[in-house]
């Protein structure tokens, strides 16, 4: 792992400006990129060091804040039942095509860095699984890890609840990593299914685990963290990118560290 730094970028979006957080490595040179999405709690501090992990092994990595056109700069929703409430309301108030035009927004936005090879991946944790897998529906998208990925099942992401999700799963060219705890009480075993079957129906290249955790296991803070699970299903996630999306080339040498900061 490598020294990271951080940034953001207000990127251009049908629906106003959308503030994009950026960590990458410090080294100079050309990496791969990854759009990762948050929980409905936007970038807070465990989002935050996810991405600090990612970039350490070698990643440009964008976060969007997925409610830019309802909340300010900046906003991040706190772990409780308040930050709850307004982020599940947010996430069936928002455009269905807004959260498309977004994903195409930050893609483009990484795509034309000149420090990006152009390889690009998403990743997801929560509803952030749901828009990693419909970000994965742009042919640029060569691979993505989807975290409990809420909704997809169901259909219920989107004003009006009604996702086209599993219909366009068809248009997903790239490899899918899907992670799922068998104690998330919000996608039960019938939903899971549901989605390995239409995965399975459209013969789409990817890797199923599902692992004994509740929902939010991979979030290092609260009660259902898990660190032992969170430690073992980090490493599929850097080698599933590091396999579909290579190496950058950046310079290596005595300056090259093992720290991070975020």
Known sequence: MIIVNDEYVDLSTPEGPMRTHIVRP???GRYPGIVFYSEIFQITAPIRRTAAMLAGHGY??????IYHEFEAPGTVFAYDQDGSDRGNVLKTTKKLASYDTDARAALDHLAGRADCTGKLGAMGICIGGHLAFRAGMNPDVLATACFYATDIHKGGL????KDDSLERAKDIEGELLMIWGRQDPHIALDGRMKVLARLNEL????????????HAFMRDE????DPELAYSLYGLVFDFFHRKLGDGDHATGPGTSTETRH
């Open 203 to 214: 013969g789409t290249r990817l890797s199923w685990h599902e692992v004994n955790g509740a």
């Open 158 to 161: 989107g004003e009006g609840m």
């Open 26 to 28: 410090a080294a100079a």
């Open 60 to 65: 440009i990595v964008a976060m969007p804040e």
């Open 222 to 225: 609260g009660i259902r963290y």
